[in-house]
């Protein structure tokens, strides 16, 4: 199918049938757009960053009927 004769089917088309076409149009070029590329991580970024507390490995106060 050529242009011209897509353009002919759109514009014989009602105003909102026209309007779902323009919407899939956007979808689709939004669909193939590049996707941005994740920069890539690096070990040891987050050090520092979290901090544990000294008795993290300690049993809890709320489980001692369990154990």
Do not use: C, W
């Not at 076409?21 to 757009?33: G, H, I, N, R, Y």
């Not at 890539?40 to 154990?67: N, Q, W």
């Amino acid at each position: 199918m050529t242009d011209f004769q897509l353009y002919a089917q759109i514009s014989s088309l009602p105003s909102d049938l026209k309007k779902e076409v323009s919407d899939f149009v956007e979808f689709l070029k939004q669909k193939t757009k590049p996707k941005t590329k994740l920069k890539e991580r690096k070990f040891g970024y987050a050090k520092g960053f979290f901090k544990m507390a000294p008795d993290f490995d300690a049993p809890l106060e709320d489980f001692k009927d369990y154990m």
